[in-house]
């Protein structure tokens, strides 16, 4: 059972985190930053993350709990690969080449605004007037399923119902255009990493 929760809180990560293939491409509008995540419903805890180069090169961590039983996880990114491993479990981890980075590239034609209009719009989402979160000016979709905030590529605020399923993410602290520690983009040695299947 843990092995299922770990790898579904990985996932969930793997969108959180998907980054570019090429330098001309940006996940993000901004070089570098750190980001604090809450997140409630199916699943409560905490995460955050750390990218520089316009998210080329990311890392998530996460503590949460779902039905009741605590994950850790980090997923890190680099170029167009993603890495993801179980603290608890140092020995092993999955690999991945990022299946969204095409996508990404031809959806949006550089313009990470109308990327996630074009990818929400697809599953009953429309673009909202602007709304004002953590005083940043973010773009808005909403839908029957619930709400999205994006401001510069970044997810600021998810709150997103489907049938049983209750999500919620928002970011609490958010800094940006400031250094980040090339320590935390570094992959582990002694971790076995198996290719996981592109989705």
Aim: glycine content about 10%.
């Amino acid at each position: 059972m843990k092995k299922i929760v770990t790898l579904h809180v990985l996932l969930l990560c793997l969108i959180a985190v998907t980054t570019a293939q090429e330098n001309a491409m940006k996940l993000y509008g901004i070089r570098s930053g750190i980001i604090e995540y809450s997140y409630a419903g199916d699943k409560v805890g905490k995460g955050i993350l750390w990218f520089s180069d316009y998210g080329l090169k990311s890392a998530m961590y996460t503590e949460v709990i779902t039905n009741g039983e605590q994950t850790k996880g980090w997923v890190v990114t680099t170029g167009d690969t993603q890495y993801m491993w179980d603290p608890s479990r140092p020995d092993e981890g999955m690999k991945a080449q990022n299946p969204m980075v095409a996508w990404m590239k031809e959806a949006a034609k550089g313009n990470l605004d109308a990327f996630y209009e074009t990818t929400y719009s697809q599953i009953g989402f429309t673009k909202g007037p602007n709304e004002n979160f953590l005083g940043r000016n973010c773009m808005t979709m909403k839908g029957e399923m619930g709400k999205l905030l994006f401001w510069n590529g970044i997810m600021m605020y998810m709150d997103m119902k489907m049938g049983a399923f209750n999500s919620h993410q928002e970011v609490t602290s958010l800094k940006t255009d400031l250094p980040v520690d090339a320590k935390y983009f570094v992959i582990p040695k002694n971790i076995k990493f198996t290719e996981m299947p592109v989705f």
